[in-house]
């Protein structure tokens, strides 16, 4: 059983529900039921949610393949943790403001990392099995 990425993607699905519940309060704030309705700040929290389901879906696939393949578990812990640090820094750099910001150049650069070091390792692991069926 995958533990490691059972942990990580506990910690994920608390932000997750965090961030939507950002959307939520701005919608009730705005009195906007779908879309932005033109509202900023509710625009901005429909993109930090957005843009955080655009990416946990996969970084957690490739970290359970990973943790299920024999990958080190240095490198689960770091990859995991990375993701979590940079998926917060980025959505409280975006929350802060639409246009550039350190947690939101940072999260990105991060998440990017992570998802390319469990990419190669995957396939690295992958080609590894092959090789030895």
Known sequence: MPL???FYAG????????LAWLVVTNRRRAQVGLGSGGDAALE???RVHGNFTEYAPLVLILLGLAELSGAPVWLLHASGAVFVA????HAL??????GI??????G???TWLVLLVLAVTDVWLGVAALAAA
């Open 86 to 89: 940079a998926r917060v820094a």
């Open 101 to 106: 910001s350190r947690g939101r150049f940072f």
């Open 11 to 18: 910690l994920l699905g608390l932000l997750a529900l965090s």
């Open 108 to 110: 990105t650069l991060a």
């Open 44 to 46: 901005r929290a429909i």
């Open 93 to 98: 750099g975006l929350s802060a403001r639409s």
């Open 4 to 6: 490691i990425t059972t």
